[in-house]
């Protein structure tokens, strides 16, 4: 048996979902493969921030992908705005020389800035929401061969475009390097309406995130101990306490060998045999995913 779709996106993550279902809204005839609802995008919360790391990096293209995110998640799961991030006093005004023309709208407390519009979310019922009413065939790829995918089991999908949204488990079906980096969130009894972020983030009912040395391929260790006790004395760095702990969670971030730049102006977002990819967001797929789904949208009519 054969199906074919004009677009047939491989994977169900936010990634590929969040470009499936902007398709559909444009009546485009899509098809997700995928074996599962996401995979790295199944933390119990999840952070849409575009300053990064303890370095207060900007995010490249940051306030624009933050207006896409506010805009696209907005229509189907609520969006707890406003994240604080701690700032040492040496720091503040070098962060301040940042944010001033960035974009982003910002306001300083005591102990830091408030990012307003940036926001957590809970990604298992956005996935849920996202899916609602998209084709989607659950199987295993085996092989992407242009214009088909491969299914376990012998059956060809064909698309006249494809698009890999696979994340971290699928990129050997495509050859992509790149680094596999596992970390940890912690469900907790505890719980932080507003986000606060420094090394580590509280928000809503999650402490996360480790950082395992990278690997070449994608694996799930189980978690540490030093792993957990890192998070939780960061935890406690921030709010002064340490919360109590229900469950961890742990996943893998896919992030891109640098390239060659992509003609859609971010890295994560180029073309290959047969279409295109969409992959290796690291820590920043809630970020970008709508921004650059809905440029590849544009891009296929
Ligand atoms: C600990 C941790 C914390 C994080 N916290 C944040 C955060 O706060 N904010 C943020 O923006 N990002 C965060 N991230 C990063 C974010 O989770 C990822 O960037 C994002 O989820 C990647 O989404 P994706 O759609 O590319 O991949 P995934 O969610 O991994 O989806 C991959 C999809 O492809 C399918 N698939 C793969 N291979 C095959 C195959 N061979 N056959 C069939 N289907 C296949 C899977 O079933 C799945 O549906 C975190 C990551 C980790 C690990």
Redesign the pocket.
Known sequence: MEREAQVVV???????LSLARLLWERGRRVLV???????????P?????PLRGQRFALALEGARALEAALGFYGRFVSLHLGVLRPVPEGERERVEARLVGSGLRYAWEEAGVVLEEAFWLEPRPLLQRLAEGLPLLK????AWDPPFLVLEGGERVRGEVLVY??????VH?LGLAGRH?????LSLLDYFPRAVSYRV?LAGVAL???YLPHEAHPSLPPPTEGEVEWLLAGAEALVGYRPRVASA?R????RLAPGDGSPFGLPYLFPVEGGFA??G???????Y?PLLAGRLAQALG
């Open positions: 491989l994977g169900a993550g936010v990634a590929g493969v995928a074996e599962a609802l996401g995979e790295a995008s199944r933390p919360v999840a952070l849409v921030n199987a295993r790829v085996l949204a696979g994340g971290s488990r699928g079906l980096v596992p970390g940890l969130v983030y996360g995130g480790s969670w996943g893998v971030r896919f969409l992959t967001l690291g820590s920043t797929g809630f970020l995913a």
